[in-house]
């Protein structure tokens, strides 16, 4: 599978973004997808991930983006979308998807498939 990310941008505080990861040889119902971000000078961290239930999906977020950032997942689209409203300059990073078989996966180690990443930039 690869990935692709699309949909970054400059945008001041408050405003929206989706970030889309499409997939490509593979259907991303056949995968758990996440999103993490990194900064300049800091480690990349956990933003959110989505894995298959059933009929559903579960998801889950990092603490700092909790009600404002939504994960969902297209599958017509083989994509994985990441809504962020009420952006903050301390979201500003490049943000990466990535493929992974574990459920619910936080850290970037259960990650094996990486896409090159799509900056954010937020302004004050």
């Known amino acids: 599978v690869q990935l692709a990310e699309s949909g970054g941008g400059l945008v001041q505080a408050g405003d929206s973004l989706r970030l889309s990861c499409t997939a490509s040889?593979?259907?991303?119902?056949?995968?758990?997808t996440g999103w993490f971000r990194q900064a300049p000078g800091l480690e990349r961290e956990f933003v959110a991930t989505i894995t298959w239930a059933g009929s559903g999906s579960v998801t889950s977020y990092a603490d700092s983006v909790k009600g404002r950032f939504a994960i969902s997942r297209d599958s017509a689209k083989n994509t994985v979308y990441l809504q962020m409203n009420n952006l903050k300059p301390g979201d500003t990073a490049v943000y990466s998807c990535?493929?992974?078989?574990?459920?619910?996966?936080?850290?970037?180690?259960?990650?094996?498939?990486w896409g090159r990443g799509t900056q954010v930039t937020v302004s004050s």
């Open positions: 040889g593979r259907d991303v119902s056949e995968f758990a």
């Open positions: 990535a493929a992974t078989y574990t459920y619910l996966a936080t850290s970037d180690m259960a990650y094996r498939v």
